[in-house]
């Protein structure tokens, strides 16, 4: 066991008004299951690079372990996957890998595979069982879970678990919850580290957070009745002083010593109130810097008295020859909302790209697929490479309000300098927020979504749950994060790989 040690660590992306991280102090301890969350955009992935050494800053950061930075980005993907773990782990024991990779329910023969042919879920238990493999090693590890089914973050989450001594960047709650022992959060205003999992973290801060706001509403009653004093009792020395030099009254002299030093016994009233009105107000200062600000988002979906949306009977999905799933049925009714679910590889993005219209050159299909007509559909993709130019440039090209897609992405924490930026330097949270707020800002009878919460902060996915469940919208989406889906009370339609 030894410390990780960050001093007044400050950092700046060039050409950027915005400090990243003002003089941050911290204290790690290496054996921790450290958990990362914060909004998008807060420097989650920028923390992780400076402790890896990718970025410099100003300040100084100590230990006596090696940081280690998944994913791995120098991996050859042409070469086996033992020999992509060779690099990960130089000198590393067969043994002692097959035995990492049996936890995460790999097979040794996927070993002799070329590393980029396997999924993105064998890809991601691969390196990170070579990455465990070697001691004294501290791991930064960001967002894990956006390549793996259900079946693979629980995997992962038990294997985790197993471990010690990492730093883990994720927005799933479920896997945040298994594997963690300490929370790290970075907040509007510092970073907190708390010990326990997430929901530990969350149940502590709605506790401070209410106390916080009670507390700032009592001061500012305390600041409203100290303001109406202090001017009452200015009022009153005025009048009194003004007596000094007022009318005689029935021959009688004014005693203007007596009357000037009533009136600066209620200057100095008034000035004492003053003060601890001043002193009210610093510590109203030093409160709710750091909530964050959850509000509801809205939308009007368009209503549909058509009958069924989609009703699909048999339906079969080839890639060419090769089937990829068992014959599906189901159907879609108004105001439902549903979620494809299976493993990876077992067709659910493959559905949505025929009902989006936009089904890859060797897609087909058997059986019966009816898509109702007249039907508006709004989508949202997983893949966010498309997006570039500016906001402004977006909205014209999507036909959208830019107003209201601002004001959206604004109730999901994006700030106003954010939207001068090119979207090409959006982080990957933010670019989704933007496929999500034009998806919001178009009118539809359906919306379908393929995994639209990769890279989203959790506070917004509690916001989009919370949306969804009351504007009434008729939703079809692929998604992995359980607990969303039951935050949603979505039904599932399974899928069934052959």
Same mark, same amino acid.
């Given at each position: 066991?030894?410390?990780?040690?960050?001093?007044?660590?400050?950092?700046?992306?060039?050409?950027?008004?915005?400090?990243?991280?003002?003089?941050?102090?911290?204290?790690?301890?290496?054996?921790?299951?450290?958990?990362?969350?914060?909004?998008?955009?807060?420097?989650?992935?920028?923390?992780?690079?400076?402790?890896?050494?990718?970025?410099?800053?100003?300040?100084?950061?100590?230990?006596?372990?090696?940081?280690?930075?998944?994913?791995?980005?120098?991996?050859?993907?042409?070469?086996?996957?033992y020999?992509?773990?060779?690099?990960?782990?130089?000198g590393?024991?067969?043994?002692?890998?097959?035995?990492?990779?049996?936890?995460?329910?790999?097979?040794?023969?996927?070993?002799y595979?070329?590393?980029?042919?396997?999924?993105?879920?064998?890809?991601?238990?691969?390196?990170?069982?070579?990455?465990?493999?070697?001691?004294?090693?501290?791991?930064?590890?960001?967002?894990?879970?956006?390549?793996?089914?259900?079946?693979?973050r629980?995997?992962?989450?038990?294997?985790?678990?197993?471990?010690?001594?990492?730093?883990?960047?994720?927005?799933?709650?479920?896997?945040?919850?298994?594997?963690?022992?300490?929370?790290?959060?970075i907040?509007?205003?510092?970073?907190?580290?708390?010990?326990?999992?997430?929901?530990c973290?969350?149940?502590?801060?709605?506790?401070?957070?209410?106390?916080?706001?009670?507390?700032?509403? #009592?001061?500012?009653?305390?600041?409203? #009745?100290?303001?109406?004093?202090?001017?009452?009792?200015?009022?009153?020395?005025?009048?009194?002083?003004?007596?000094?030099?007022?009318?005689?009254?029935?021959?009688?002299?004014?005693?203007?010593?007596?009357?000037?030093?009533?009136?600066?016994?209620?200057?100095?009233?008034?000035?004492?109130?003053?003060?601890?009105?001043?002193?009210?107000?610093?510590?109203?200062?030093?409160?709710?810097?750091?909530?964050?600000?959850?509000?509801?988002?809205?939308?009007?979906?368009?209503?549909?008295?058509?009958?069924?949306?989609?009703?699909?009977?048999?339906?079969?999905?080839?890639?060419?020859?090769?089937?990829?799933?068992?014959?599906?049925?189901?159907?879609?009714?108004?105001?439902?909302?549903?979620?494809?679910?299976?493993?990876?590889?077992?067709?659910?993005?493959?559905?949505?790209?025929l009902?989006?219209?936009r089904?890859?050159?060797?897609?087909?299909?058997?059986?019966?697929?009816?898509?109702?007509?007249?039907?508006r559909?709004?989508?949202?993709?997983?893949?966010?490479?498309?997006?570039?130019?500016?906001?402004?440039?977006?909205?014209?090209?999507?036909?959208?309000?830019?107003?209201?897609?601002?004001a959206?992405?604004?109730?999901?924490?994006?700030?106003?300098?954010?939207?001068?930026?090119?979207?090409?330097?959006?982080?990957?949270?933010?670019?989704?927020?933007?496929?999500?707020?034009?998806?919001?800002?178009?009118?539809?009878?359906?919306?379908?979504?393929?995994?639209?919460?990769?890279?989203?902060?959790?506070?917004?996915?509690?916001?989009?749950?919370?949306?969804?469940?009351?504007?009434?919208?008729?939703?079809?989406?692929?998604?992995?994060?359980?607990?969303?889906?039951?935050?949603?009370?979505?039904?599932?339609?399974?899928?069934?790989?052959?």
């Amino acid at each position: 066991m030894s410390l990780i040690t960050v001093s007044h660590l400050t950092f700046g992306y060039e050409g950027s008004c915005e400090l990243v991280f003002d003089d941050v102090s911290f204290q790690l301890d290496t054996d921790w299951k450290l958990g990362l969350t914060g909004r998008n955009g807060r420097g989650k992935t920028t923390l992780l690079r400076l402790l890896a050494g990718e970025y410099t800053g100003r300040g100084n950061i100590s230990s006596s372990v090696q940081f280690v930075y998944f994913p791995c980005r120098h991996v050859d993907r042409q070469a086996p996957a033992y020999l992509a773990a060779e690099q990960i782990s130089p000198g590393y024991e067969w043994w002692a890998l097959v035995r990492e990779l049996s936890l995460l329910n790999v097979e040794e023969e996927r070993l002799y595979q070329s590393f980029g042919t396997l999924s993105g879920g064998e890809q991601t238990k691969i390196m990170l069982a070579s990455l465990f493999l070697e001691e004294g090693r501290f791991l930064l590890i960001d967002e894990p879970t956006d390549h793996l089914d259900y079946l693979g973050r629980q995997a992962v989450a038990k294997y985790l678990n197993r471990k010690k001594g990492f730093l883990l960047v994720s927005h799933d709650r479920q896997l945040l919850n298994a594997c963690t022992d300490h929370t790290m959060s970075i907040n509007p205003s510092e970073i907190q580290i708390q010990k326990g999992n997430y929901d530990c973290y969350q149940e502590n801060k709605q506790r401070r957070d209410q106390f916080e706001l009670a507390e700032n509403q #009592k001061l500012q009653r305390e600041i409203r #009745k100290m303001s109406e004093a202090a001017k009452r009792t200015a009022e009153w020395s005025d009048r009194v002083e003004a007596t000094k030099n007022g009318t005689r009254l029935a021959g009688l002299k004014p005693d203007k010593g007596y009357i000037g030093a009533q009136a600066a016994r209620m200057m100095k009233r008034s000035k004492a109130a003053q003060q601890r009105k001043q002193r009210a107000l610093e510590e109203k200062e030093g409160l709710l810097k750091n909530l964050e600000f959850d509000r509801d988002l809205k939308l009007t979906p368009l209503a549909w008295r058509g009958g069924r949306m989609i009703e699909a009977d048999g339906l079969t999905l080839f890639y060419g020859e090769r089937q990829i799933c068992q014959p599906l049925t189901f159907c879609i009714e108004a105001g439902e909302l549903a979620a494809l679910q299976g493993s990876n590889g077992c067709g659910k993005s493959s559905l949505l790209s025929l009902l989006m219209k936009r089904p890859a050159p060797n897609l087909r299909c058997s059986g019966t697929l009816h898509i109702a007509s007249g039907l508006r559909v709004s989508c949202v993709l997983q893949d966010t490479n498309h997006l570039s130019g500016s906001l402004s440039q977006l909205a014209r090209c999507e036909g959208i309000d830019e107003s209201r897609l601002k004001a959206i992405l604004r109730y999901m924490d994006l700030s106003k300098a954010q939207f001068e930026i090119p979207l090409e330097e959006f982080s990957e949270g933010q670019k989704k927020k933007v496929l999500l707020a034009c998806s919001l800002c178009q009118e539809a009878h359906l919306y379908l979504w393929d995994e639209p919460l990769n890279f989203v902060d959790i506070i917004s996915r509690g916001q989009l749950a919370r949306l969804l469940k009351q504007a009434g919208m008729t939703m079809l989406l692929a998604e992995h994060d359980q607990a969303f889906l039951d935050d949603l009370s979505a039904r599932r339609i399974e899928f069934s790989r052959l």
